[in-house]
């Protein structure tokens, strides 16, 4: 079946600092690809998406690249902010079922 | 303003004790989604709706109910809650069309006792 493993978190790093978060994926076919953002005491909210091999997804400085090759979807931000400070899943879409599968998610602190 | 709302936000209940868990989107999505966020584990399908009247399993269903009855609204019930149900739950709705976007409610967290 589907699956996604994400690096282990938390990830602490400071204000400015790079951002990589590690995603790999498990699927048959061809997958789209996402990475939602959850703010403390909120819903999931959809950062960006890639729906085929070699698209980039961007939005809010960050982005994530399909690497059909490598099963992977990592995400990068050059410089983070604390507002950043949120807890990161990376997901696929089972396109059979419409359902997505999600990854345990990365907690990502930036400190000031 | 476009969005999916969950009631009640937050619930302590004791085992055996049937509860129901409110879903709506004003989105006019025929896809909706439930569900359960539990800790290192990520977010697990419960069930899903295609359509009205069109519901289906998700990874982890055992326990739970759901009834799609008009296209906005997804209830989910726990007929005989149990403490393994503790969990945070989400509702999420997307367009069948296009299909690429999930909308999130906001969670409601559930602790049974």
């Known amino acids: 079946g589907n699956s996604v493993t994400q690096m282990e978190g938390p990830v602490t790093l400071s204000e400015e600092a790079f951002l990589t978060i590690n995603c790999t994926y498990t699927a048959t076919g061809y997958p789209s690809l996402f990475w939602y953002v959850q703010y403390p005491g909120e819903g999931l909210q959809l950062l960006l998406k890639a729906t085929k091999a070699d698209d980039k997804g961007s939005n809010k400085g960050f982005e994530a690249t399909y690497r059909k090759e490598t099963t992977s979807f990592h995400l990068e931000k050059g410089s983070v902010q604390v507002s950043d400070s949120a807890v990161y899943f990376c997901a696929l879409l089972d396109t059979g079922r419409r359902a997505l599968t999600f990854g345990s998610g990365t907690r990502l602190q930036v400190q000031p | 303003e476009a969005q999916v709302t969950q009631n009640p936000r937050y619930l302590i209940t004791v085992t055996g004790k049937k509860l129901t868990v409110t879903c709506s989107q004003n989105?006019?999505?025929?896809?909706m989604s439930w569900y359960r966020q539990d800790p290192g584990l990520g977010l697990r399908q419960i069930y899903y709706?295609?359509?009205?009247?069109?519901?289906d399993k998700g990874d982890v269903p055992e326990g739970y109910k759901v009834s799609r009855k008009e296209k906005r609204n997804f209830p989910l019930i726990l007929e005989s809650p149990s403490p393994n149900q503790t969990s945070l739950y989400f509702c999420?709705?997307?367009?069948?069309?296009?299909?690429?976007?999930?909308?999130f409610g906001p969670g409601t967290r559930l602790l049974v006792l």
């Open positions: 709706s295609m359509n009205v009247e069109v519901t």
């Open positions: 999420a709705s997307s367009q069948e069309t296009g299909f690429r976007t999930q909308y």
């Open positions: 989105m006019n999505h025929e896809y």
